[in-house]
Structures are given as structure tokens and as C-alpha cells.
């Protein structure tokens, strides 16, 4: 499936979650669909830990539901990430694992291993149970109440197949911010929305 | 990331400083730490311990350094308190998550560490830290203490806060003398 296409399907369905896009082009795809400049948390340069940087949020703030994309690239440098995920089994954390097979952000240049990778077995061998593919967005449009279901009984894990960039959409603008004031604005977007104190000091 | 001492070089350790290890907790616990994410060091094995007993924190096993500094800068924009607990040679591996997180989005980040390779260390694979620790440290312009007896333990959540106004990481170093007694 298109890459933008099944993260604008993914935007349809959203109500009050929290995002952290990764590294490569999931932030690229999320504000070209949605331009959320406060409840999205563009974690650029972070191969690897978008989702360790959610699961500290959704382990920190249980009310939040936090949805974190991460490319496959990323989880090639560190799939025992899923082992402290399972560890954790936080039912308010979705981690969607976009499967492209390139590193987008590099010129799609091939991972290793690409046609034989599955990210579904590779969570399920670490214990994760709820596991969910799609190679399509029909398919991921019928399934999306599941995924997003108020009584999970803990984290869920997500495999999107999609295509890589294309040359045009490897020229999609890249969130517009700079990291401090990104970090103010989806920091008051939290506070506001639980009532936490995150920054605390004051001048 | 965990070197293993043999039991010959255990045997030397002759005044280990019982309470420590609860110590340090009582430091982390005072300035509001809750999350401790940690990869084992030998030398750190009783800080663990102490923490993973202490329902004052939740303590999370991390598969590797680097899931710690992301586990941690998460939990900072949720507002909960954290610490990332690691030795030397993880620290060396942690370099770009803390310039590419902590520096770029100028998030908050205490990380404990041992202070490897310094007087003390008998171990020869530890040399390079006590080589290059402290210069990589100031390469990357990094604040660290050094903490080598119980009487320093109180500057622990002095570090904590200060991160809290300097709005990046900086890093406790343990000795050997602290965490596992002086030798005979």
C-alpha cells in the first residue's frame, strides 16, 4: 500500500492520541497528512527508540493513548526493543512498525535480509500477543476498531507493508520545528490534557 | 555491557559500605525519581538490587543502553521522574541517543555510571574507558561528577535537579571504592 495513503487512513481513525513519529520518513508522512504541530511528537535522528521514548510516555501517563511509528530500518538496529516492550505490555502504547524494506531516509537503500524479514514472527518469538499485519488499507480500515479497542489487554504491535517514498514523496516537507519549541508545544499539549506539571521550573 | 569479576578479585573487596546502595536510592527517591531503566554493571549490582526491591520505583531491565536514554527522555514528557543506570562501556555506546534526544530537544537526562578503567579497576578490558570516559565526556560537553565516598552520595539528587534547570544530561560517575569497598 502507499505509504502516505495508509498513514492518511490511520489519521481518519484518530481521535485523542498521542503520536512519536521516528526517524526517516513516518514524521515526513504524519505532517504531510495531518500538519499536527501540538500532539505530535516528531522524534527526528532517533533510530531505533521512537517507541522507547513512548513506552516512557504511556508508562508515565496511563490515561494517554499513544500510537509510535517506527520504520524498519530503525528496528533492524534494535529489534530486542520489542523485549522490554513486552516487558512493560503497556495497553495504552500501539507500536506500528512501517515495513518498507529501505532505509527511506537514505536514499532507499536496501536493508539487509529485506525479502526474507517477518516482523510479525520476530514479536510474536519475543511474546507479544497482539500482533496485526496489513498490506493493505482496505484491510487495515476493516480491522481498525481491533487495534484500537478501549479494553486491550496490553501493547500492540502493528506491521504496515506499504511502498517506499517515491521520488516526489521523498521531497514532502519535513516538520517545520525546531527541537526545543517542539518540545514546549506538545509538552503543554500533555500537561494540558492531564494535568501534569512537566517543566517545572520557571525563571 | 556487564564485565564479570572472578571470584579472586571479589575476595579483595574487604569494606563494602553496607547501606550504599540504599543510599543512592534514598537520593533518587527524594527528588522524585520513579522510573530506574537499567543494563547490569558488576560493580552496580547491589544498586540494582536495593531498587528492584524498593516500591518507591519502577525498575525496567532495558536490552540495551541506548532503550534506556529513550525510555527516559519518554518518561520526562510524561512528567515522571527517571534515571537510566548503566556501566561505563554502555555509556560509550549511548553518545548519539544523548546528542540526537537530550541535546537536540534539550531534554533532561540523569544516567549513573561506573567510573571503569580508573585506580582501583583491576580489569585490562576497562583500560579504554579509563582512556577515553572522561575525554568523550568533554568532547561532547557533557557535566559530570565523580562520587567516590558516602559522604557525596547527597550531591546524587543535587545532579538530578540540575539537570532539571540545564535542561540536558549530565552523568554521576561511581568509583570502585563507593560501590564495592576499598582493598586490602
Known amino acids: 500500500m502507499n505509504y502516505v495513503e495508509c498513514f492518511r487512513a490511520i489519521a481518519r481513525r ?32 532517533s533510530m531505533s527508540l521512537s517507541t522507547m521514548f513512548a513506552s516512557g510516555l504511556a508508562l508515565a501517563q496511563p490515561e494517554l493513548k ?50 526474507n524479514n517477518d516482523y510479525g514472527a520476530i514479536a510474536r518469538a ?21 487495534l484500537t479497542a478501549a479494553n486491550a489487554s496490553g501493547h500492540t504491535f502493528v506491521v504496515l507493508e506499504v511502498d517506499p517514498f517515491t521520488d516526489d514523496e521523498q521531497k514532502l ?7 526545543t519549541e517542539l518540545k514546549y508545544r506538545f509538552g503543554r499539549h500533555v500537561e494540558g490534557m492531564v494535568g501534569c506539571d512537566i517543566f517545572g521550573y520557571r525563571i | 555491557m556487564t564485565a564479570k569479576l572472578s571470584p579472586a578479585e571479589d575476595s579483595k573487596v574487604t569494606d563494602k559500605a553496607p547501606n550504599t546502595a540504599a543510599r543512592i536510592a534514598d537520593e533518587l527517591a527524594s527528588c522524585g525519581v520513579k522510573l530506574v531503566a537499567s543494563l547490569p554493571d558488576n560493580w552496580l549490582m547491589d544498586v540494582i538490587e536495593t531498587i528492584k526491591r524498593d516500591d518507591r520505583f519502577i525498575h525496567v531491565p532495558v536490552n540495551r543502553e541506548e532503550s534506556a536514554i529513550g525510555l527516559c527522555s519518554g ?11 548503566m556501566g561505563a562501556s554502555g555509556f560509550m555506546t549511548v553518545i548519539y541517543a544523548l546528542t540526537k534526544i537530550n541535546y537536540t530537544y534539550e531534554i533532561p537526562l540523569l544516567l549513573l555510571a561506573t567510573l571503569r578503567g580508573a585506580l582501583g579497576d583491576h580489569h585490562k578490558h576497562h ?58
Request: charged residues 15%; glycine residues 8%; aromatic residues 10%.
Open chain 1, 14 to 45: 484518530r481521535t485523542n492520541e498521542i503520536i512519536i513519529t521516528s526517524a526517516g520518513n513516518s514524521g515526513q508522512a504524519w505532517w504531510s497528512v495531518t500538519h499536527d504541530s501540538v500532539a505530535s511528537f516528531y522524534l527526528d535522528a
Open chain 1, 66 to 115: 499513544i500510537w509510535a511509528f517506527m520504520g524498519d530500518g530503525a528496528f533492524c538496529m534494535n529489534p530486542g526493543m520489542l523485549m522490554v516492550e513486552r516487558e512493560l505490555n503497556l495497553p495504552n502504547l500501539t507500536h506500528f512498525l512501517v515495513s518498507n524494506r529501505v532505509y527511506g531516509a537514505t536514499s532507499n537503500a536496501g536493508l539487509p535480509n529485506l525479502n
Open chain 1, 126 to 146: 519475543m511474546g507479544l500477543e497482539r500482533v496485526f499485519e496489513f498490506s493493505s488499507i482496505d484491510a487495515l480500515e476493516r480491522q481498525f476498531s481491533v
Open chain 1, 173 to 179: 516537507e519535513q516538520p517545520p520545528f525546531n527541537g
Open chain 2, 75 to 85: 518518561a520526562y514528557m510524561g512528567a515522571m521522574g527517571s534515571v537510566a543506570l
Open chain 2, 127 to 184: 583500560v579504554s574507558n579509563g582512556l577515553y570516559l572522561l575525554p568523550v565526556l568533554n568532547a561532547i560537553s557533557m557535566p559530570y561528577q565523580v562520587i567516590d565516598k558516602p559522604s557525596d552520595i547527597v550531591l546524587v539528587s543535587q545532579c538530578y535537579r540540575h539537570t532539571r534547570t540545564y535542561s540536558r544530561p549530565m552523568v554521576v560517575l561511581f568509583t570502585r571504592d563507593l560501590l564495592r569497598g576499598s582493598h586490602s
